[in-house]
């Protein structure tokens, strides 16, 4: 059974960090590509970025690029958005998900709401407020 085990959410002041944890198990980082994706009240699910392998490109929102880092840990299988610079507009559910990588390689699942996503966890909330 695949889980996506999401953790690291919480309250944060404006120009704040935090960081997120995915934890993922009945699946290996060579089949499956990981990232986030989030949605804020009212608004559509969206993509927030995608973690890179040899043949598959690390992907950032426009929105929070420079801002956010995805990284790995593939012992721990585990993979982190560290968020820094945190806005208001950044309030919102985070939500780890899991793509197959040969789908991974010719289009990008995290461009739109993830439709077309094989996995996802239980989001891990994230509120940017004063």
């Known amino acids: 059974e695949v889980q996506l085990q999401a953790s690291g959410g919480g309250l944060v002041q404006p120009g704040g960090s935090l960081r997120l944890s995915c934890t993922a198990s009945?699946?290996?980082?060579?089949?499956?590509?990981i990232g986030w994706f989030r949605q804020a009240p009212g608004k559509e699910r969206e993509g927030v970025s995608r973690m890179g392998t040899m043949d598959v490109s690390t992907y950032y929102a426009d929105s929070v690029k420079g801002r956010f880092t995805i990284s790995t840990d593939n012992a721990k299988s585990t993979v982190y958005l560290e968020m820094n610079s945190l806005k208001p507009e950044d309030t919102a559910v985070y939500y780890c998900?899991?793509?197959?990588?040969?789908?991974?390689?010719?289009?990008?699942?995290?461009?739109?709401?993830?439709?077309?996503?094989?996995?996802w966890g239980k989001g891990t909330q994230v509120t940017v407020s004063s």
């Open positions: 009945g699946l290996s980082f060579d089949d499956y590509v």
């Open positions: 998900a899991a793509s197959w990588i040969v789908k991974e390689r010719h289009s990008n699942g995290w461009r739109g709401r993830g439709l077309g996503l094989d996995y």
